[in-house]
Each structure stands twice: as structure tokens, then as C-alpha cells.
């Protein structure tokens, strides 16, 4: 039997059975909810209306959009396959863009791609070995379960998804949104609240000639991308540390070539107050990076999202984030680049329905692509989400 049902479009949660928007930070579900079925269809139409009504670059709107698909199967229930569950998410962007008008850095929406594509995304299966033990290999977003927080998913600046100071390096970046590469995955959860994750990914995803497609090359000094996280519950919070490494040659700013081209990163949310409906969560995160290779070596955001802000509407989120990034000796004396960049945001998300939210946002952009040469940048937009969920 076919079960048909509406649903929210919520904050990106590591674990969780609903898919949400890949990248902001919003990103792919984990583990199969049993009790919905062994089969479960997502599907997730977001769009928004975004422009920039000063500075930057020039004066522009435009109508971003993503189509999520995912199917998520749980192999034991429906094959026998003991501990075991697929995962297959294809996606589909208009390929508009705002951060040419803007001029930004750090990508001003989380659905912006630049490019018009309908492609597979993630293909994975996930295979628990003992308990708390699981392996999940294939195409893979890592973002998904590293770096990632369930507050700071509420946010449409990309840079409170993952930090620019990983998502801004590699040769097409890392296994990001929108270009996955094929992974490995283990992960251990000895305690409630603890976990040890690491992963083995191409160091290349995709093909960045040929951004439309999903291309599977392995080899051709790609090398891989090594990436380690702790997580730990401490006096109510919950703190992620990771490490990350390519393992190829790269160039630097310097005109030479070299290895070391990785980082670390620190971040962490908790709930600040609880009142029956309303709920105010902190968050923040500071992270580093090989300022020989990158553009960015510093990083630093942090952001409340406030729970049932307004009486009588439990389940609206009203957010105030901002983030600042440091850009690296090395690359301001090749570029004439100024100190850094830094995006502060305010949004509102309220559902309209059980399968409709909207959400507002406004950005003030200060020092965009950290160019002198650009003014400082103010962006409002306006988001919808429209989802539809099927269990057989």
C-alpha cells in the first residue's frame, strides 16, 4: 500500500528521516524511519525570489530554484539484507545565479549552482556492522553528516552549512553540493551523544569541464580527500572537532607546488532558553585552512535561531547568523585582496501549511569577494518549499 503524505520543509539534521536541502548548511536524510515502510519517496520543490538592491556588483533579482529527489530503501525489510538501507537522490537547479550580481565569496544562497543540470547526487548504501557500527560507501555528500549542525541548517547563506574554509578548496571543491564524489564511510557511536566518523573521498568530484554531468574519474592526481570528527556531548552542547586533508599536489600562491593543503575545525550549538513552545538555540563555528593554497584561511560564524518566536506559531524559526573569513597572507600579497569577508543575515520560517513554508531573508554582504574595488551589498529574497512525501 501506497501512503501519500505532506511535509515540512525543517532544519538540516544529521540522522534525520526527512531529506532536506543539501549545503547550508539544509542537507540529504540519514537512517530510515522503520515504522513509515521500506520503501520511502521524498520529493522537494524549492524556490526563491532573490535580488540585490544595493552595492555589490550591479543591481540585479533572480528566481533560483532546486528539485530534490530522494528514495531511501530499507534492504533488510524489503530483500533480507540484514542492517542494511539505499539511498538514491537526484536533483535539478535552474542554474540562476545571484552572487554575480552580488560579487560575494561565500554564495549568498545554498541552491545556487550556476549551472542548469538534472543529475544523480547521491547513491549510496549504508551497512550497520555491529551496533553503533556502520559503513556507507558510494556518491556521497559530505556535508551531509560532517560539519554540520541542526541550528545553523535554518540559514540560506551557504557558508553556514559548511564553512568556506573546506568549501572553498580542492580543484572543484570538496563532495559538496552540487558535485559529489564517490566515499567511504565509518562511523561509531559508542554513547548517547558520541561519534566517530571518518571518510576517504575523491579529491576531484565530478568533472569541473563539464559541471552538468555527474562523472565518476578516479585517478589522474585527483588524490583523495581524508576527513575525521568527533562529536561530544559537553554540559548540554553539542560539539563537533574535525580534521581534513587532500592528499595531492597543489599549486600556491606563490607560484610553487606542495602537499599540506588541509585543516581543522571547531563548532558547536546548545540550547539557550526553553520556555514551553519556544526554544532559543545558540550556535558557532571557527575553522582554518593552508593559506599557501587557499583563499580563505580563517573562519568564523556564529548565530540563535529562536524557536515559536511568535504566540501561537510553535514551529516558526526566526534566525540572526553572521560570518567573517580571513583571507591568507600569501593570497592577499598575490591578488591586492583586502582582509576578508564577512555576511550577516536575518531570515524568518513559518510553515503555511503541512506542505508549504515561506521564508524571508535579508543579507548585508561587507567587503564582497573582500575586492575593494566592490561596495558592500544588501540582498533580500523571499523562499518557498513545497514537499510531498510517498511510503510503500
Known amino acids: 500500500m501506497v501512503m501519500v503524505t505532506p511535509f515540512l520543509l525543517l532544519a538540516a539534521a544529521a540522522g534525520d528521516a526527512m531529506p532536506t536541502r543539501p549545503h547550508s548548511h539544509i542537507h540529504a536524510g ?101 551496533p553503533g557500527l556502520s559503513l556507507r560507501a558510494g556518491l556521497y555528500d559530505l556535508n551531509s553528516e560532517f560539519d554540520s549542525l541542526d541550528a545553523a541548517g535554518l540559514f540560506v547563506g551557504s557558508a553556514h552549512g559548511i564553512g568556506s574554509d ?29 561519534a566517530v566518523r571518518a571518510a576517504v573521498l575523491d579529491g576531484v568530484p565530478g568533472d569541473p569541464d563539464h559541471p552538468a554531468r555527474t562523472v565518476i574519474k578516479l585517478g589522474q592526481g585527483d588524490g583523495a580527500l581524508l576527513i575525521g570528527e568527533l562529536e561530544a556531548p559537553l554540559a548540554g552542547a553539542r560539539l563537533l572537532l574535525g580534521h581534513w586533508r587532500y592528499t595531492a599536489t597543489f599549486d600556491g600562491w606563490d607560484g610553487g607546488r606542495g602537499r599540506g593543503n588541509g585543516g581543522v575545525y571547531l563548532r558547536g550549538e546548545m540550547p539557550l532558553m526553553t520556555d514551553g513552545d519556544t526554544q532559543i538555540d545558540g550556535f558557532f563555528r571557527l575553522g582554518t585552512s593552508n593559506g599557501r593554497f587557499n583563499m580563505f584561511d580563517r573562519f568564523a560564524s556564529m548565530g540563535v535561531k529562536w524557536t515559536g518566536a511568535l504566540a501561537g506559531r510553535p514551529e516558526d524559526e526566526l534566525g540572526l547568523a553572521v560570518i567573517t573569513a580571513t583571507t591568507s597572507t600569501e593570497y592577499r600579497r598575490n591578488s591586492g585582496a583586502g582582509r576578508s569577508e564577512s555576511v550577516a543575515e536575518v531570515t524568518y520560517r513559518t510553515p503555511l501549511s503541512p506542505w508549504l513554508t515561506v521564508q524571508p531573508n535579508m543579507q548585508y554582504v561587507r567587503n564582497p569577494a573582500a ?22
Do not use: C
Not at 531511501?72 to 525489510?77: G, I, R
Not at 539505499?86 to 545556487?112: F, K, L, Q
Not at 567511504?184 to 548517547?192: D, L, Q
Open 30 to 130: 540519514g537512517e530510515i524511519d522503520k515504522a513509515q515502510g521500506p520503501l520511502l519517496l521524498d520529493i522537494t520543490y524549492t524556490g526563491e525570489v532573490m535580488g540585490n538592491v544595493a552595492g555589490g556588483v550591479k543591481r540585479r533579482a533572480r528566481y533560483l530554484d532546486n528539485l530534490d529527489i530522494v528514495a531511501e530503501v530499507d534492504l533488510e525489510a524489503l530483500l533480507g539484507w540484514r542492517g542494511a538501507e539505499a539511498h538514491v537522490y537526484g536533483i535539478y537547479n535552474n542554474g540562476a545565479s545571484i552572487s554575480n550580481a552580488v560579487g560575494d565569496a561565500h554564495a549568498v544562497s545554498n541552491i545556487e549552482t550556476g549551472t542548469r543540470a538534472f543529475k544523480l547526487y547521491e547513491a549510496w548504501i549504508d551497512q550497520m556492522v555491529a
Open 166 to 194: 573546506i568549501a572553498l578548496t580542492g580543484r572543484n571543491g570538496p563532495s559538496l553540493f552540487p558535485s559529489t564524489s564517490l566515499a567511504a564511510r565509518v562511523e561509531w557511536r559508542p554513547a548517547k551523544g558520541w
Open 371 to 392: 575586492d575593494p574595488s566592490i561596495r558592500d551589498a544588501w540582498v533580500v529574497g523571499l523562499r518557498f518549499a513545497i514537499g510531498l512525501r510517498l511510503i510503500d
